[in-house]
């Protein structure tokens, strides 16, 4: 099946900093999503981006899927921001299941 | 979008019981999704629930021990089979596009 591969697996920032987290995948998708989960658990989608660019305040996703990445940013980071961010694919033959990567651990300090 | 309603939110079962997990939807959707999050894990897709047929399932994942009910398309129940510690995960129902459920978090001791 489809590879997921998100990159940095962790990540530390001071509050104020920037950041860019990658996902690379092997294949073509019809469907990209970014995920945060909180440190409770909860999982939120934050974009749904299969190609293109989006924003949302301080966050903004830019997904090429001819070269295969997408990329997440986070401007002004906040400490409410810390959790674990997935990018997940469904490819042309996995109808709506989604195929996520192992994440990135940020973790941002005050 | 929809709106995913799941139950129960977390569990603490003794090993070699069976846990069911409900998981409604406000919509009627074709196609629900079950997923495993293993401590410190990934998501993985368990198994794939469509109404009027029976689940289909993920490498890695069997009936027996994971058998689901699809009785209509607002409703699905998710039952972890004779559980072990192994078992101890967050699992989340989703459906055809965006939504997933808040999750039930199960520790099995």
């Known amino acids: 099946g489809i590879q997921v591969e998100q990159s940095p697996p962790d990540l530390i920032l001071q509050e104020g900093a920037n950041s860019t987290l990658r996902c690379n995948f092997s294949d073509s998708v019809n469907n990209l999503q970014w995920f945060h989960q909180n440190p409770w658990g909860q999982l939120i989608n934050l974009f749904y981006?299969?190609?293109g660019t989006k924003q949302n305040g301080r966050l903004s996703a830019t997904t090429v899927a001819t070269e295969r990445y997408s990329l997440l940013y986070i401007s002004s980071s906040q400490t409410t921001d810390s959790g674990v961010y997935f990018c997940?694919?469904?490819?042309?033959?996995?109808?709506?299941?989604?195929?996520f990567g192992k994440g990135t651990s940020l973790l941002v300090t005050p | 979008s929809a709106v995913i309603s799941q139950k129960p939110s977390r569990d603490i079962c003794q090993r070699g019981t069976s846990l069911t997990i409900q998981c409604q939807v406000d919509?009627?959707?074709?196609?629900m999704f079950w997923y495993r999050q293993q401590p410190g894990q990934s998501l993985t897709l368990i198994a794939t629930a469509n109404q009027g047929s029976e689940a289909t399932y993920e490498s890695g994942f069997v009936i027996d021990k994971f058998p689901i009910s699809r009785p209509n398309l607002t409703f699905s129940t998710l039952t972890v089979s004779n559980m072990s510690p192994e078992d101890s995960s967050i699992y989340l129902c989703?459906?055809?596009?965006?939504?997933f459920g808040s999750g039930t978090r199960l520790t099995v001791v």
């Open positions: 981006i299969p190609s």
């Open positions: 989703s459906v055809d596009t965006v939504p």
């Open positions: 997940a694919v469904t490819s042309l033959g996995s109808g709506y299941a989604l195929n």
């Open positions: 919509s009627q959707v074709t196609m």
